[in-house]
């Protein structure tokens, strides 16, 4: 089995990337589920009921997301009532929504999904590494391929995640941090890991938002509107083989297409 994710989709120029190349993707790749980040897809804040709903029909099987994900208040409701749109399962008993998801491949087959969040220099949520060992044990009667995003800041916290779930799951890939890491690998366990998948956007921008307004910050250190960016446009994300049986990893291979100009053919980028 091949799962393709797709790493934080950032604004309208993610959203389009997206759109035009997923199907291309999974054809040449031959894959089998598409899990997509997808908490920035609104402006580079949030999500709506009718963007997931393009998602949705562009072939995404599984949206997940993080801390951004009540930026919008329609978010609210909408993942509440769209099963296939995850929130971090680390939230406090009585945020709406879910944090898990056992999906299934056009063939039939099951793949689990499980959204969790980070606490080093995020909000406040509930261990993360409890939480994603309960969810795992819990869903494997489900599911043999179990794919987890981790949506956090730290690179420690995320590599001890992997650890963690040697074994346990088939992947464990990293979000929020918006730059694809190069570290990709299959852990001793079988689980594949990588630290961040990286940003589906502009990737000419500081990390989706428009430079000038991010660099302001910085240098004076006053509050400053971000806006999403738009140049570059680039599809980041990682594709991993599983063993369908055992439901462990055999390979996880990063992805990169970068459209340079409005029209022009994708092509591989660094």
């Known amino acids: 089995m091949r799962i393709l994710f797709v790493g934080d989709v950032f604004g309208r120029p993610g959203r389009d990337l997206v759109r035009t190349l997923l199907k291309s993707i999974v054809s040449e790749h031959g894959v089998d589920f598409v899990i997509a980040n997808v908490e920035n897809a609104a402006a580079g804040f949030g999500i709506t009921r009718e963007i ?11 949206m997940t997301s993080g801390n951004h994900i009540w930026d919008r208040k329609e978010a609210l409701e909408y993942v509440g009532a769209e099963p296939r749109l ?7 008993a ?6 898990t998801l056992v999906g299934h491949t056009a063939s039939g087959r099951a793949v689990g999904v499980i959204n969790v969040m980070g606490r080093v220099f995020m909000g406040s949520v509930d261990d993360p590494f409890r939480a994603a060992r309960r969810e795992a044990d819990t869903m494997a009667a489900a599911a043999r391929v179990i794919v987890v995003d981790f949506h956090a800041e730290a690179t420690s916290e995320k590599i001890a995640m992997g650890w963690h779930l040697d074994g346990l799951v088939t992947a ?9 890491t190069a570290d990709n ?3 001793p366990g079988g689980t594949a890991y990588i630290t961040d998948v990286g940003m589906t956007g ?5 990390i989706g938002t428009e430079k000038d307004a991010a660099l302001r910050r910085f240098l004076t250190g006053l509050p400053a509107r971000f806006e999403a960016a738009t140049g570059d446009p680039r599809l ?3 594709i991993i083989t ?7 990893a055999l390979a996880i291979d990063r992805l990169s297409l970068a459209v340079p100009d409005p029209g022009a053919a994708p092509r591989e980028g660094p």
């Open 236 to 238: 980041h994300g990682v």
């Open 94 to 99: 009585g945020v709406p929504g879910r944090g």
């Open 185 to 187: 690998r299959v852990l």
């Open 202 to 206: 502009p990737h000419d921008s500081i």
């Open 86 to 92: 995850l929130r971090p399962v680390n939230y406090p």
């Open 242 to 248: 599983a063993d369908d049986d055992t439901g462990r």
């Open 172 to 180: 464990v890939v990293g979000t929020h941090t918006h730059v694809q």
């Open 52 to 62: 997931g709903e393009t998602f949705l029909r562009a072939g995404v099987d599984a």
